[in-house]
């Protein structure tokens, strides 16, 4: 069975306390650079893997697009979605991306934003988004960076007064479950290699458009422990294009 830690209640709330939570895309750090990469959606019929309270989703039918479908395994995200950004052209739907069926070339855009490293088997679903994509559709996602997701416990190494020393980056090419400490809470994770995730998009018919590492933009600085971001990667951002 899928893990589904955002049901929990007392989890879910703690996500919804997060900057991102309350203040949607303008709260996410990475947005900056995100919204740089994405199509046009106008006249274009898109999927939103992961889509939680359904920022992407409502910011892509604010752009042009004709339909927008919504995928979470969480009911409680749906259901904020649903408060937060209902709109008659999206569909939130409950279920686990891996186990999706569409017919061939169903969509113009996919998208996913850092649900990816919640997912065991990444290229099964990867070829199965190419092959929901017509040609030239494009496929554009955030993960966990790498380095970020490789040690496993995703925080830093202390002194004995509590100053932060360095980040640990251990086993990066031992892929596979991680438990790692998110919001107080035990998650599991995947770890993949950068190599793992851009070649297994080259595997499957895409071309590579954008890679990018973003870091947190100056607006952002004055919160408490975002300059320390600027120490390591925290999360890689793919753009790409079915050419197959």
């Not at 046009?40 to 920022?55: A, E, M, N, S, T």
């Not at 496993?152 to 004995?160: E, L, S």
């Not at 933009?217 to 990667?233: A, F, S, Y």
Request: aromatic fraction near 14%; include cysteine; charged fraction near 30%.
């Amino acid at each position: 069975m899928k893990e589904n830690k955002y049901d929990e209640k007392n989890f879910f709330m703690k996500y919804s306390e997060m900057e991102r939570s309350r203040k949607g895309l303008k709260g996410a750090g990475e947005w900056h650079e995100l919204q740089k990469i994405l199509p046009d959606f106008k006249g274009r019929k898109v999927l939103d893997l992961g889509c939680g309270y359904g920022w992407h989703c409502k910011y892509a039918v604010q752009n042009g697009a004709d339909s927008v479908l919504g995928i979470d395994i969480s009911r409680r995200m749906l259901e904020t979605a649903e408060q937060k950004n209902y709109d008659e052209k999206i569909d939130y739907r409950c279920a686990a991306m891996e186990d999706l069926r569409f017919p061939e070339e169903t969509f113009d855009v996919v998208l996913s934003s850092l649900a990816f490293h919640y997912v065991k088997d990444f290229e099964p679903l990867v070829r199965n988004i190419s092959s929901w994509l017509k040609n030239g559709g494009q496929f554009v996602f955030s993960v966990e960076h790498p380095v970020f997701t490789a040690f496993g416990t995703q925080d830093w190494y202390y002194d004995k007064e509590g100053n932060i020393l360095h980040f640990p980056v251990d086993n990066y090419y031992y892929e596979g479950m991680r438990e790692a400490v998110f919001l107080g809470e035990k998650v599991i994770k995947y770890h993949r290699t950068l190599t793992t995730y851009l070649n297994t998009l080259l595997q499957n018919g895409f071309t590579l458009r954008h890679i990018i590492e973003p870091a947190p933009p100056e607006e952002m600085m004055d919160i408490p422990g975002m300059k320390d971001e600027m120490r390591r990667p925290m999360m890689l951002l793919v753009s790409a294009v079915k050419t197959e």
